[in-house]
């Protein structure tokens, strides 16, 4: 509910700003100037935590409290420097991303992306600590600070963007990126000084390798998106970008609200080689998983379609702000056609949390590097056929294909796992293949 509340806040500022310039050259600025933060975030800080978080889970509360501090301070001091190197490398790279806009669209995109570089900083010490209450299993205050600093910058938004304009917005996201981390910052306990662990580098070192290998690979990939729609029409990045950022959202709401609790108990799982009850609690998770994400994304195809018809037919008339019919129609197909990626997405998250629990990033890593070239090449597709329609398309069937590949290569694995555990209890093969088709949950 937290997370659900939060969501609901962050994606209104995004409306606001929205329905405020409308669909437009600066909206498409402010989204463009995301896009580095974000992909060196899922590259390096969603890298980092997805391996440390089931490492952590065994550690004792002292072991607990020395490696909080260690990954904090570091991880502080290294995105500090990181978002200092992007402030002077964004010039030359913003423009790479946007090859259609006009020079006073790179221009503004350059300025608000120099800005939402800083938001790595924040990025980085929350996720050190949501780390850390999720390995004592305290779900509810990550999600409780993020809701809190997403009414505050709203409320700032709100207060001062007539006045100060799109930059105004742009450090709105940097606060309410760095505040979640304020507050969660008792999680670390009485201050000590960090001690160099060692074991710890090197142990996630090995983990996070393939990791960084397939998401570099993402990154090279994910911003084509960018570059096709900045050719389409004005206000096309921000419609894309919007769709994507509301199943983005529910898709947070869902992984933290179902598949972040079952991590440490799935981690634990694995260690103990329990894979007969670690795959029933997987399973678990995928229809706890599904359910609700299927469930919006018929809601999202129900009111879209609804929506479609309540649309004025004069498609210059504004209609909410400054947004027209057209513009709303257009974001409204969108998300019709992009509506595949919401119950897949969900999935996926569930089934790589999975993998990685029993130590396994090399499997997603490889489906990733495939899942993301196939991809790569229907967005192509996509774009020439239908421009901003075929690509959302693209994104659905693409979604479609990762999820079912890598569910089909979890049940092999785990299947061989309990075979294998079971037949050194003396138990032949063949029976061990009927108790798993008979219960898939074997004690």
Known sequence: MLTGLQIVVSFGMQWYVITYYGAGGKADALYTGTTIPNLLTILLIESLMVVLVPLLATSSEKELNERGWFLFVGMGISFALLSIVLFFAVPVLMPLLVP??????????IALARIQGFTLIGGACYSVLAGMYQVRERFVVPPAALFFSGIASFALLAWQLPRFGILWAAWVQVFNAILPAVLL??????????KLQLDLVRTTWVKIRPLLLSKGYYIASA?????????????????????????????????????????????RLAHEENWGEFRAQYRKQLLMASVPSAAVALMVILGGGLGLLLLPRNSTQLVIGSLNAESLSRLFHVMLYMSGLLPCVALINALTNGYYAKGDTRTPTRVGVWAFTIGAGMKVAGYCAGGIMGMAVAVSVYAIIYCAILFTLLERQTKQLLVARLSTQGVSAQSVMQRIDINPSIP
């Open 100 to 109: 259609g806009f006009s020079a006073g669209g790179k221009e503004q995109t």
């Open 185 to 194: 910052l008792p999680a670390l306990g009485p201050i000590t000084r960090p």
């Open 223 to 267: 911003p084509l998106d960018r570059i096709l729609a900045s050719f389409l029409a004005p206000g096309s990045i921000a419609i894309f970008e919007l769709a994507g950022r509301f199943y983005s959202a529910v898709i947070r709401i869902v992984s933290q609200g179902v598949v972040t609790p079952f991590i440490p108990r799935l981690s």
